[in-house]
């Protein structure tokens, strides 16, 4: 771009030398067309080099604005799936199980509460009465997951729904299980592609966006979250757009 940027600089002030010195050299009859000539090269390359300039940063203002939109959608996925896997153990392979599921179910409220009993292995042992702590769990009650992460909201009916970008696309969303030292450890991952949220931009500046590689930056060609290859449940977006975790 910035090569772009300094040929165009360049032909623009060769084409500006070009009027002053044709309209001292030239013929009178030839000058009027000639000059409209060369001031139309200016007028054009003056015109690419703004356009070099003001797309770039129209193009980051619009892709900011999309990918906020985006995470929000993501994070309501996250908060979905992770209240299934409390409930359930394991999380929900598709957006109809996941909706359903926040419909339907509810978070157990519990109290923990330490207490004592007579241990009696060692109470018979010592023939004194012997005590072992323990830990004691009271069912509260029970509150409706969709009251709990929605209130009185219902936009987890549409999350699946990519708000920005291509009309009609929705988020990837895949579940399952990672095997580490012999334990099955339940995994998600939601996305979607650059392409599809950007599908109306400049095709250049969308080629360099799904190569970014950077720390305050988007890394890779999709947003997304969770991952089928660790075990991990966090954002690939950086702190800027909000908490990735």
Known sequence: MLKFILIAVGAIVLAFVLVKVVDKLLPSKAKPILTIVLWALIAYFGYETYQSIYEPIQFNKLKKKRYAQVIESLKDIRDAQLAH????????????????????????????????????????????????????????????????????????????????????????????????????????????????ILHDQNRDLLVQENQVVSVDGVNGNALKVGSMEEVKTIGNWPKTYGDNE
Not at 102 to 123: G, K, P
Not at 125 to 133: A, G, I, N, S, T
């Open 85 to 196: 896997k409390t409930v359930t153990g394991k999380f929900a392979k598709d957006f109809d199980g996941l909706i359903k599921f926040i419909d339907t179910a509810e978070f157990t409220i519990t109290q923990r509460r330490d207490s004592s009993v007579l241990d009696e292995e060692m109470t018979k042992r010592y023939q004194v009465d012997m005590f072992k702590d323990i830990v004691i769990i009271d069912t509260l009650g029970f509150e409706p997951v969709k009251d709990s992460l929605f209130k009185n909201s219902d936009r987890y009916k549409t999350m699946m729904n990519v708000p920005v970008g291509k009309t009609g696309e929705t988020f990837k969303l895949e579940a399952g299980f990672l095997e580490q030292n012999g334990i099955n450890i339940p995994v998600f991952e939601a996305s979607v592609l650059k392409n599809v």
